[in-house]
């Protein structure tokens, strides 16, 4: 049986009088891994700290898990059910590796130290962070390893749902794989997730459905290999054929009209 | 010359003891009282609502305006107009704290601004409240920003107590300039304070440079640009 | 307050700013021998040669231990033991340009070193000899970059010169003592001295804090 984790409804966003999300409506299913691709500016960024409530919407609902978070008052309750994974990792610069993933279970889960010391190891590994780095500082770390650490301290929280915002934008190409590795294997395990990347691959591999997003608003979603490789609409059709191109992808997946 | 300097110390070091524990009494109290009213002060600058941000905007302009002189003679002098009598000690140690709140303040202001709003926004992303983002995340690594420029307060409030000698409080300036015009060797008196005071400074950079480099989190005190 | 009183403390803000020209006298004349031997100094430091590194490091290191009061002490009661009386106005200034000259010796120092590395390696880079990167981008940078400290340096020596009341000096805040003495009133000639202080200080910073604001967002210092 199919079950919505996570509904938005017309949601709205403006600064000032610029707006930056119109209308923006979907459904995520538990266990399901959703992609948003768009070009910058398209409000992805936004719309995910939309549902985290790191910013506030300003009009539209969201509900996760039946509950209707955009009318709670408190806040950090919420957020504790929500993972996120930011594009610069922002692990908590005076932190260790360990501690980084230790703060939200007993500061938010009041856990007891030994409790959250074992969720905290056991975090680590999945991510494949071996002891000898659990003691370093992110500086001391590559940025492979900060945003798996970064991945841990989401998932340790047990969260309902994670969201991910453009977390290999910021790395080294040799260290992508490491990550989109993780989140693979997270999404294969059942966990909910949505993913603002530009990582082709990771989409037609993983993801159940992608959502192209342009000027603040949904323009299609489909099955992955649907919008990625036959878009219905124009505008998804030009920013897909720069994408395979950007990355080198072979153009047999296109047809000979838009030559022209 | 030699001959007089060992006379003072032989003949006056108790009561150069004396003063210096005034002036460590002094610049200690002073000291930590101003780096918990001045972290309140910044706290209460940057999270705080717009009146209270306007109210100590005004308090600090005013106090990083005016010479500690000044503060430490309206605290000495002028408080027991209104009813507020005050031992030369007490009245140096609240001038003094005052003031250097005000300084620390704006010490701790700049380091918090210097942290990025992203290590707030994911605090608050593991579900965290405001308040406690601020007290876990942000104050701990504004402090470590902050602590060069803490620890040069703290080396500057040690000489600067001496200004207490103008209310007679009986700290190190003061206990000398007695024992200079008890022995009228004012020269040589003066190169026994100045030796305390270098000494001391230099003691207490050094250390704090210790300190600093044992604690020190990687990747953290990029203050240089 | 009625108008005899008001006449009153008129009179006090006269006789009080009749001593604002010896303050400045003494905060300028200071701070300019200050600036000048820090200049010096920082260069010395940076670019010289290493016993008078050495040297330098110690100077700073000494007399930024010693407090305000006692370098004017020292200038006032000690040089006319070695033969060399001065007036207090002059011994003032010697004593506040000796700590000062520490103080700023740090700042330009700072200044000169908070010069990008990779401004001085791009300056190579296009083939400016070594005097031509430090003429061209090293010290248009550090000024620009000393400069919102060394003002703020300035009002920290005119709050300081209050201290030459140790010595004798009559500048504003001694007149405002003396006032006082007077007038067995603290309060009024304290608030008169204070504002007179504030006029100038708090324009000081207000223009300190503009210049720091441009020097970040030209990128040539973090906030």
New interface residues.
Partial sequence: MKVDLLVVEDLWKFYGKEVILKNVNFNVEKGETKVIIGPSGAGKSTLLRCI?L?VRPDRGRIVLDGDVITERRD??????????V?Q?F?????LTAIDNVL??LI??KRLSREDAMRKAKEALLSVGIAEDLWRK????LSGGQQQRV?IA??IA?DPKIILFDEPTSALDPELIWEVLNVMEKLSRNGMTMIVVTHELGFAIKVAHEVMFMDGGTIIEKGLPEQILLNPRSERVRRFMERMWYLYSMDRKFWRSENAK | MLNNILYILFNYGSALEVGLRHTIIITVTSYFTGLVVGLLIAVLRVYGGRWIRGVLGILVEIIRGTPMMVQLFFVYYALPEIGLLLNPVAASIIAIAINSAVYQSEYIRASISAIPYSQFESALSIGLTKSRAVLTIILPQAIRVATPALVNEAVYLFKYSSIAYFVTAPELMYIGKFIGSRTFLYVEMYIVLAAIYVATSIVLTELAKVIERRYVIPGLLKSKA | MDWINNVQFFTYVGVILSSIGTTLALSLASFSIATIVALLLSFIEIFGPRPLVKAVEWYVKIVRGIPLILALFMFYYGLPRVGFPLPPLYSAIMGIALVDSAYQEQLFKGAIEGVSERQVEAAYAIGLTQWEVFRHVILPQAFRIALPGWINEFSMVLKDSSIAYAIGVTEIFTQAVHVAHVIADYLRPLLIVSLIYLCICYPLSQISSRFHKGLVEMGMMGS
């Fill in positions: 985290n790191l806040v950090h309750n919420i957020r504790s059910q929500i993972g996120f930011f610069h922002n692990l908590f610069n005076h703060l939200g500061k938010v500082y992110p500086a001391q970064a301290r989401a929280m």
